[in-house]
């Protein structure tokens, strides 16, 4: 049985999501506007603007296409309605290919938006990114296992962690990424036992996607968990609620109230 946890009442902190782990778990969704954003805010530990907006708002295959300016706009927006949850930026694909350009383009992030933090995908080879980042005032969370943004280059979405030989080029790669100054790891599309032995490895918070429940928290699209995106369901997504459904039956009155010129009646006119 859940158990109804308060809502959050101040300002979330970096430091104090690092005092977290193992303690407490750490909850984050994703948002794209202010207005679920503002529905999100005080429930959750933090938010994450991801790229991910590229496939379940645009319709696109993938994550690839998603621009550093488009970001920038959800982001500018996700920041108006969140002001108690961390807002993390997730880098799109390109914008972090060498630690100058990944500098030049943070920067452009904290310039414009109020994110707390940014996101971005790959193993030890980050490591002079995150570094750079990070001496230049800009918090990073890493991503390991699953990467969306190399999804072309590997042929798919493949599971990770199914062999000892991967778990442990996984937790090599986080304790590289967490010395560079990563203060945050997210596991995504691995084995249990892989986030738990990453988990058990770093000393900073791992937040799961697909990754069992032995990580510091989780995090799930919104619109997956919510049932709005239909196109497919991924196996470690729950849902929390019938959105589709439910638009569409609202939809369906709607119309029907129009057309029979039920709405609007003299209770919805002037």
Not at 64 to 71: F, G, I, K, N, V
Not at 142 to 163: C, I, N, T, W
Not at 223 to 252: C, H, N, R, W
């Amino acid at each position: 049985m859940s158990i109804h946890t308060p809502k959050i009442e101040k300002k979330i902190t970096l430091s104090a999501l690092q005092a977290m782990k193992g303690k407490e778990p750490i909850v984050m969704v994703t948002a794209y506007d202010a207005l679920f954003a503002k529905l999100f805010d005080g429930e959750v530990e933090m938010i994450l603007v991801g790229d991910s907006l590229n496939m379940s708002f645009l319709g696109k295959p993938d994550t690839l296409s998603a621009t550093l300016d488009q970001m920038i706009y959800h982001t500018q927006a996700v920041c108006h309605g969140a002001q108690k949850s961390i807002v993390v930026f997730d880098m799109p694909f390109g914008t972090y290919t060498t630690p100058e350009i990944a500098v030049a383009n943070a920067t452009k992030v904290y310039q414009q938006t109020d994110a707390q933090a940014v996101k971005i995908e790959g193993g030890k080879e980050r490591a002079p990114v995150i570094k750079a980042l990070v001496e230049n005032g800009i918090a990073v969370v890493a991503h390991v296992g699953l990467m969306p943004q190399f999804v072309r280059s590997e042929g798919g979405y493949k599971v990770r962690g199914k062999d000892t030989e991967d778990i442990q080029s996984m937790v090599e790669d986080a304790k590289v990424l967490e010395e560079a100054g990563a203060f945050m790891i997210l596991v995504e599309g691995v084995k249990s036992e892989a986030a738990k032995a990453i988990t058990e490895t770093v000393s900073v918070p791992t937040i799961g996607i697909g990754a069992g429940n032995t990580t510091d928290g989780q995090v799930l699209v919104w619109s997956d968990m919510f049932d709005f995106f239909e196109a497919f369901t991924p196996k470690f997504v729950k849902k929390y609620g019938k959105g589709a459904t439910m638009i569409k039956e609202g939809l369906q009155q709607y119309r029907d109230e129009v057309k029979s010129r039920e709405f609007p009646s003299e209770e919805y006119s002037y």
